[in-house]
């Protein structure tokens, strides 16, 4: 009986270790938040033995528990801060980045709005408070209802280093947690304008985006996202605590390969250049 007892205690403790072991958390960017969930689900359909855990929060909440130790894997619109990076080294450790796809900051518009494109330097007046009106930029005469995110977001982070060269967004900027929030106002509402990850433009319109007033202006699209001519396209990011190894290592691999990359550009979200 004693030997019985012994056994069943063996067995679920091998079972625990191996239940513990095989659980990966992933937490961070709320644009990645998609992809990563995708990603968790499929891979856990060839990986039966292992549990991914995916929740949003924003960059700089992914960055915040991979600093404390509570996260696997950080999702980041954006690099870490320098700051960020010295924390890390006084906490012992030096994180490792990987890009894991591309992403173009899209513009929305309610679909009822006749605006077609936006250059730079109109999209940084509307967003600075610079230009109010939407007869401004060739629009009805009617106040623009200007949608963000929040500002511990990689995109809010990204739209404010290459659209407003780092200026502070209007006082009346109405921050919400997430893309899809700013999505579902801008639907909404017919005079309001938002930005966010390509693949969350759902019920809403896209702006063509110009640099300046001698060049084109550019829809976001994979194509243009991956050749850069989208003057406001970006990379992507997974970060490690150190040089993934394990379970780690062969979710990476699989995110990174063919199939990984098919399922990013299957929910819209663009994939790594082949080269």
Not at 17 to 23: E, Y
Request: net charge positive; aromatic share 8%; with cysteine.
């Amino acid at each position: 009986m004693k030997n019985l007892i012994l056994v069943s205690m063996m067995i679920l403790l091998a079972v625990s270790v191996i239940t513990a072991g095989s659980t990966i958390t992933i937490k961070g960017s709320d644009t990645l938040v998609r992809l990563g969930q995708r990603w968790a689900e499929e891979y856990m359909k060839k990986n039966p033995g292992t549990v991914i855990q995916v929740s949003g929060g924003g960059s700089g909440t992914g960055i915040a528990a991979l600093l404390n130790g509570t996260t696997d894997i950080c999702e980041a619109s954006r690099d870490m801060k320098a700051k960020e990076y010295k924390l890390a080294e006084k906490k012992g450790f030096k994180p490792v980045r990987y890009s894991v796809a591309l992403d173009g900051i899209a513009v929305f518009i309610n679909k009822d709005m006749p605006i077609k494109e936006l250059s730079l330097a109109q999209l940084k007046g509307i967003y600075t408070d610079a230009i109010t009106n939407w007869k401004e930029v060739g629009g009805p005469d009617h106040l623009i209802i200007i949608y963000g995110r929040e500002n511990n977001s990689g995109t809010y982070a990204f739209f404010k280093k290459q659209v407003l060269d780092r200026e502070d967004y209007a006082d009346r900027t109405q921050t919400l947690p997430g893309t899809a929030a700013v999505v579902n106002a801008v639907a909404k509402d017919k005079w309001g304008i938002g930005y966010g990850g390509i693949a969350w433009a759902k019920g809403v319109k896209f702006v063509a985006v110009k640099k300046d007033d001698t060049t084109k202006a550019v829809i976001p699209t994979s194509e243009s996202v991956s050749s850069g001519t989208y003057p406001i396209s970006r990379e992507l990011y997974w970060f490690f605590s150190s040089e993934p190894t394990g379970e780690l290592k062969k979710l990476l691999d699989w995110a990174l390969s063919d199939k990984g990359q098919q399922v990013a550009e299957d929910v819209d979200y663009v994939p790594l250049p082949k080269k």
